[in-house]
């Protein structure tokens, strides 16, 4: 049973970090996108705006937590 735990365990770490990596991925390209444009005070400023309403951080908060919880679970399989 414990290689079947290790195995979700390194099968769900996978999965996320290839998601954090897609999404660093797209937000390069964003911040290519804007250098292309070039930078203003007032551009920076409504970028700033939209980043913190940007669903990469949702996706990357979605990442992290269904790790933890998947792998808080299984360490309490194991545990008991």
Known sequence: MYPILIGVILLVSLIALVGTLYVGKDINKTI????????TAAAELERSRNYEKASNLKALSIIYIVTFIITTILVAIFIL
């Open 32 to 39: 290519q996108k804007y250098e292309e444009q070039g930078d």
